[in-house]
């Protein structure tokens, strides 16, 4: 008769499937009608066997972590220890990882990790991540807060869905054998010395469909309620994981509020930079051509007649002034929003960068013939590569260099490249860390790889959405 609760539980199984799949229209019903229905929504077999899982995930997890992070502590004074910790640190991110999919099975609802500091290319960066990042350690914490919850709920749902099972059992028992518990012998209701049940050995046959009657009550009774549970419990765990791995919707709003602050400073700094290198520019070169031209003009108005050959010469010296003041204000104006980007695009624009370098460059595109983004994207685009270049023909020491645009997904990804010594960092007013904020102003990021010995890579990633032919 062990077969008997099998059968009625693959019977619920069945029924579930054909249950209801709208999970939010569920929600929207009462609290009387999602307890009843609860047996038949797929949800509470989900969170069953999430909280069947969890318990063996956690059981394993807990008892690894706990036993590295102990050693590790007990060694750090020998230093292999600190080998020890960070696996632990990293064996709970793989556990939190675990978890929010975990999470997923009873509820789809997409669940946002928390964000962790990235490794870096240097040995302080790497430091600062493994040992100085909250929501690392927030990954460790939640290890040792999951355990004995999921024991509990584990517990809880064995006890609930045991009972359930033995109680719609009894009757199934007794309607096949006529006799309380299929007429098991009081040996077989004897666990060595000690009685199991030995109150319903002394139940008298006669009393048997009563207490048939009255066990399959109780269990249909008890069945919602044990489906509830389960799925409230697991509702609950996965607001624990929502807590302690997640980034909740409050933070990421500050986090963007800050980036976006901190980016919109940066595009200002950015611009009175450029104001004050157009300024500087026009002052020194331009303007200072223009002033001699003028000045060479009048000497030449009042020689003509005196001194023809004289006068001739100061003509030809403003012209040459002119020209030249000229070319200048061109090469201004390539430096606030080249021609060539303009009429052409990003691609050729690039070329044309590439060819005007000291060092070796090439151009590797994969973007489709006549594929234009935003005239901001592709500005940013291009000064983020100009600016790069300029840093590997004066400090990089570099043989050759290449630049990389393609895209992935929505993003536009640039890339500059070199085989120089390494070493580029981004500090305060740099040049790269003007770019950075020019890039972060339209939702992207500017990272930076340039470890000691090289090579040097500076990536670009900006949202740009496809523009066609100009």
């Not at 590295?68 to 640190?89: K, P, R, Y």
């Not at 770019?435 to 790889?449: F, N, Q």
Request: a neutral charge.
């Amino acid at each position: 008769m062990t077969g008997v609760p099998l059968l009625l539980l693959g019977l619920l199984l069945v029924l579930a499937a054909f249950g209801p799949e709208d999970v939010e229209r569920e929600r929207d019903r009462g609290i009387v009608a999602r307890v009843v229905r609860a047996p038949l929504h797929p949800g509470t077999w989900l969170a069953t066997g999430a909280i069947v899982a969890g318990f063996w995930v956690e059981l394993v997890a807990f008892a690894a972590i706990i036993g590295i992070l102990s050693t590790g502590v007990s060694l750090l004074f020998v230093g292999v220890g600190v080998v020890f910790v960070v696996v632990a640190i990293e064996g709970s991110r793989m556990v939190a990882r675990i978890e929010r999919r975990r999470a997923l099975v009873a509820d789809p609802r997409p669940l946002v990790a928390h964000p962790y500091r990235p490794y870096g290319s240097g040995l302080r960066e790497l430091v600062s991540a493994l040992f100085l990042d909250p929501n690392r350690w927030r990954d460790v914490g939640y290890v040792f807060i999951a355990f004995p919850l999921t024991v509990l709920e584990f517990a809880a749902v064995v006890a609930l869905w045991g009972g359930v099972l033995l109680l719609l059992s009894i009757p199934v028992w007794t309607l096949m054998t006529g006799e309380l518990l299929g007429g098991l012998d009081a040996g077989g209701l004897h666990a060595g010395a000690v009685r199991v049940v030995p109150a319903l050995e002394r139940v008298p046959t006669a009393g048997a469909g009563a207490i048939g009657i009255a066990s399959l009550l109780a269990g249909l009774v008890l069945l919602p309620v044990a489906s509830f549970a389960a799925q409230g419990l697991m509702a609950l765990h996965r607001q624990v994981i929502a807590v302690l791995l997640c980034d909740s919707g409050t933070a990421a709003l500050e986090q963007r509020v800050e980036t976006l602050e901190v980016s919109r400073q940066a595009v200002l700094e950015v611009e009175a930079s450029e104001l004050r290198r157009i300024e500087r520019d026009l002052h020194d070169g331009a303007q200072q051509r223009l002033v001699m031209l003028t000045i060479n003009l009048g000497l030449a108005a009042d020689r003509i007649d005196s001194d023809p050959g004289a006068a001739k010469g100061l003509v030809v010296d403003a012209r040459d002034q002119a020209r030249l003041a000229l070319a200048e204000i061109r090469s201004l104006v390539r430096g606030i929003a080249p021609s060539i980007l303009m009429d052409r695009g990003l691609v050729p624009a690039l070329s044309a960068l590439a060819g005007q370098s000291p060092v070796p460059t090439v151009v590797l595109a994969s973007l489709p013939a006549g594929e234009r983004v935003s005239d901001a994207v592709e500005r940013a685009a291009y000064f983020v590569v100009a600016e790069a270049m300029t840093n590997v023909a004066k400090h990089a020491a570099a043989t050759r260099a290449e630049v990389h645009v393609r895209r992935e997904g929505p993003l536009l990804v640039v890339e500059v490249r070199d085989d120089g010594r390494g070493g580029a960092r981004s500090v305060a007013a740099g040049g790269l860390a003007g770019l950075s904020g020019r890039v972060e102003a339209l939702d992207g990021r500017l990272v930076i790889s340039s470890p000691e010995g090289g090579p040097t890579i500076v990536r670009a990633e900006i949202p740009a959405a496809t523009e066609g032919p100009r």
